[in-house]
Nanobody, 117 residues
């Protein structure tokens, strides 16, 4: 079992920045990769960024060059630095952890990000 807790969401004006954090606990040694997803009202949940244990990253085209995902393995924490925010970045952001040998996904409770125009 893995427990994930997000923090750092809030309200920001377009062009501003926010930093999200995800604290992981439990069987964290079994995590293969972690990521951030978001869900806007009336839309499906979508991938924002992922990072592997080795530090390889992957980003949605819509956030490339603006968002940076990182992991602090010593603190069991993952971050998402979001710069140059746009109103279309508004949504609930979820932390995700994937365990390969069980093929199970774990999710945090989500944190709201609202970008005003």
């Amino acid at each position: 079992q893995v427990q994930l807790v997000e923090s750092g969401g809030g309200l920001v004006q377009a062009g501003g920045s926010l930093r999200l954090s995800c604290s992981a606990s439990g069987s964290i040694f079994s995590i293969n990769y972690m990521g951030w997803y978001r869900q806007a009202p009336a839309k499906q949940r979508e991938l924002v960024a992922t990072i592997t244990n080795g530090g390889s990253t992957n980003y949605a085209d819509s956030v490339k060059g603006r968002f940076t995902i990182s992991r602090d393995n010593a603190e069991n924490t993952m971050h998402l630095q979001m710069n140059s925010l746009k109103p279309e970045d508004t949504g609930v952001y979820y932390c995700n952890a994937f365990i390969g040998f069980t093929r199970k996904n774990y999710w945090g409770q989500g944190t709201q990000v609202t970008v005003s125009s």
